[in-house]
């Protein structure tokens, strides 16, 4: 007897990658099989079927770090007042960078990629994802002390070290302070090296790029890192990504709840700290910002995205 295939809404799978998991949505009754700490917020009908309160943060936080750990073997702590990631979202953000990466930039699916997270949040979703599944190398940025010794301790605990640098920054921060940072370029540099040039072991040529990255304009190439021999060499970052905070003060959520009540409730309960919802001028401000501080490091940065406050993903590439 064929078993059925749950349904996702339709609202849902129209904006699903075709390469996401989630279009098959997970099963709370297996989940609540093996997750003894997903069992409690789960509820029962009189057919058996298991259903989940989505208003509940907790329950949320409890499917979100199981379905991490079920999906992709990453162990997660989230905080109890952090933003809890949903993970289709997160995933299809990472998908469509990997299909612009792959039929814009023209990568190979043997290059080294280099990624940074600006605001990568307490869960550091983005860049445990990015390492786990596809391999990448990111730089995740953080300008609050709880979320950056949260994701700095996820990121140990997954011992992706190796893989994800945490960089603590300032809260005017964006890309300037992080694209231009020297150890930040030597170590990308060096992750690039090691595959595209693995039988090279000069380090004096190493100590002459680093010099010149550390001494070259932020819009000029490195001509160490140019040219159509070593494509994945000619950019030192393959893409930005971010998840900005989306609103100018705690008034401004409060007005968008109120505006989402009188459209029909919310799926599910909003999850974070006023410090991941609000940042000085709202969501324009910061893309703003991002766009000038993009255009400074133009040649050094394959493609530069971001989503907005209604879901949408922007993007600019090379």
């Not at 997903?38 to 009908?45: K, T």
């Not at 596809?134 to 990121?155: P, R």
Request: proline residues 6%.
């Amino acid at each position: 007897m064929s078993v059925k295939e749950k349904k996702v809404p339709p609202k849902l799978n129209k904006y699903m990658h075709a390469r996401n998991p989630y279009r098959t949505p997970p099963s709370f009754k297996k989940l609540a099989s093996v997750y003894p700490e997903f069992r409690p917020y789960c509820s029962y009908d009189v057919g058996g079927k298991v259903h989940l309160d989505f208003k509940d943060p907790k329950a949320l936080r409890a499917l979100t770090t199981c379905l991490l750990h079920q999906d992709f073997d990453l162990k997660v702590t989230i905080p109890d007042d952090r933003l809890v990631p949903t993970l289709p979202l997160r995933l299809n953000y990472l998908l469509w960078i990997e299909d612009l990466l792959m039929h814009a930039a023209h990568c190979e699916t043997s290059d080294v990629i280099v990624g940074v997270d600006i605001g990568a949040g307490a869960s550091c979703v983005y860049p445990l994802l990015a390492a786990r599944k596809l391999g990448w190398n990111l730089v995740a940025t953080e300008t609050d002390n709880i979320n950056f010794t949260a994701a700095t301790t996820n990121v140990n605990n997954n011992d992706l070290q190796d893989n994800i640098i945490v960089k603590k920054v300032d809260d005017k921060t964006v890309l300037q302070g992080v694209l231009d940072d020297a150890d930040i370029q030597k170590q990308m540099y060096l992750k690039k090296k090691e595959v595209n040039d693995n039988n090279d072991d000069d380090d004096d040529d190493d100590d002459e790029v680093m010099s010149e990255l550390n001494n070259t304009p932020s819009d000029t190439p490195c001509k160490h890192t140019d040219g159509d021999d070593n494509k994945s060499m000619k950019y030192m970052f393959d893409f930005t990504m971010c998840n900005p905070p989306f609103f100018s003060s705690e008034e401004e959520t409060d007005s968008m709840k109120k505006s989402k009540k009188q459209r029909g409730e919310p799926i599910s309960s909003p999850t974070g700290c006023i410090h991941e919802k609000v940042t000085t001028g709202g969501e324009v401000t910061f893309i703003t910002q991002m766009v000038e501080e993009s255009h400074k490091f133009k040649s050094k940065v394959r493609i530069r995205s971001t989503r907005d406050g209604q879901g949408n993903y922007r993007t600019s590439c090379n």
